[in-house]
Nanobody, 117 residues
Framework: QVQLVESGGGLVQTGGSLRLSCAAS????????MGWYRQAPGKQRELVAT???????NYADSVKGRFTISGDNAKNTVNLQMNSLKPEDTAVYYC???????????WGKGTLVIVSS
């Protein structure tokens, strides 16, 4: 079992920045895909950004150019740098790591981000 703990959420004004971090209980090297998702009130969970074990990244159109995902194998963390935040970025942000070939798919409990206008 893998434990994922997110941190870094909080309240920020429009245009501000936050850095989310997801700490895994073990090595993240075994996971082929790591990512961040978010769920706003009354909406379905949506993909924000993913990064593969080879370093390839993918972003939702709504965050391209503003958010940057990164992985740190040494620290077993997956990070999300969020700049130029907008009120529509307000949501609970969840960390996810998976390895479909091994049937691994783990979620953190989420961290709340509120962007005030």
């Amino acid at each position: 079992q893998v434990q994922l703990v997110e941190s870094g959420g909080g309240l920020v004004q429009t245009g501000g920045s936050l850095r989310l971090s997801c700490a895994a209980s073990g090595s993240i090297f075994r996971f082929s895909i790591m990512g961040w998702y978010r769920q706003a009130p009354g909406k379905q969970r949506e993909l924000v950004a993913t990064i593969t074990s080879s370093g390839s990244t993918n972003y939702a159109d709504s965050v391209k150019g503003r958010f940057t995902i990164s992985g740190d194998n040494a620290k077993n963390t997956v990070n999300l740098q969020m700049n130029s935040l907008k009120p529509e970025d307000t949501a609970v942000y969840y960390c996810n790591v998976k390895n479909p070939l091994l049937g691994m798919d783990y979620w953190g409990k989420g961290t709340l981000v509120i962007v005030s206008s």
